[in-house]
């Protein structure tokens, strides 16, 4: 971690799935309700959750050990996403600590946005049923630019509407991908551990800035006072 890398930041970028919101029971459980429509036993949320960082991709290359380029790749993604949509909130929730840590941004007057690779169709239902639409500076998409993360388009993007530098911005994220996106980007990043981390490298050999235990520790980071 370096200190003076803290004292630049002025505004605060967090990656959705994994990081703000605990999204991988609905997703595993949209898995599970096609697995069954193919007369296939559940899978434990366990074997799930990794993959959570990969989207739809994930999900249906661990449900049914189908990748992109398969025939079979497109019905069963547009089908698993049709079940997801059924099911966007049921059990979708902010992580615990993340509205305290939030309101502690906000009262500091430090910017913060959501980037996520979700597509805009569900991100919309799922940042306004949570009322985080109401309270982000800016929320951008895996299709909102012509690129997804690991691309860095998309935190560029967001930078430029929070009128914030890139080198004076951090991104928090769960994912090997938010921390190549960040490093393209000239951005801090930070690992959210409570989130879904992926299954290839371990998060320390990221070269992130640090990695957090609980939302609350990015105020310690930044200096911030909680609220
Ligand atoms: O839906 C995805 O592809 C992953 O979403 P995230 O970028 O918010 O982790
Ligand atoms: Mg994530």
């Not at 971690?1 to 999204?23: C, E, K, Q, W």
């Not at 993007?157 to 190549?180: C, F, I, K, S, W």
């Not at 879904?196 to 320390?204: N, R, S």
Request: glycine share 10%; with cysteine; hydrophobic share 50%.
């Amino acid at each position: 971690m370096s200190a003076g890398t803290a004292a630049a930041v002025r505004g605060v970028l967090f990656d959705l799935d994994g990081t703000l919101i605990d999204s991988a029971p609905d997703l595993a459980g949209a898995a599970n309700r096609l697995r069954a429509d193919h007369g296939l036993e559940p899978l434990p949320l366990e074997m799930l959750r990794p993959m959570v960082g990969s989207g739809a991709r994930g999900m249906v290359g661990v449900a049914f050990g189908v990748v992109p380029g398969e025939a079979q790749f497109e019905p069963l993604r547009d089908a698993f996403l049709a079940h997801y949509d059924a099911m966007l909130l049921e059990t979708t929730s902010a992580f615990a600590g993340v509205d305290e840590m939030l309101s502690a941004l906000d009262a500091a007057g430090i910017p913060w946005g959501i980037v996520t690779n979700k597509a805009t169709r569900f991100t919309s239902k799922i940042v306004a049923g949570l009322k985080l639409d109401e309270r982000a500076a800016v929320v951008v998409c895996g299709d909102t630019t012509p690129h997804a993360k690991p691309h860095p388009e998309p935190l560029l993007h967001a930078a430029r509407a929070m009128a914030v530098a890139p080198e004076a911005v951090v991104y928090v994220g769960d994912d090997l991908r938010d921390a190549q996106a960040a490093r393209a980007a000239g951005m801090a990043m930070l690992v959210a551990t409570w989130g879904y981390l992926g299954l290839g490298e371990p998060a320390h050999s990221w070269g992130a800035h640090a990695l957090l235990d609980a939302p609350g520790q990015l105020l310690d980071w930044l200096g911030v006072p909680s609220v």
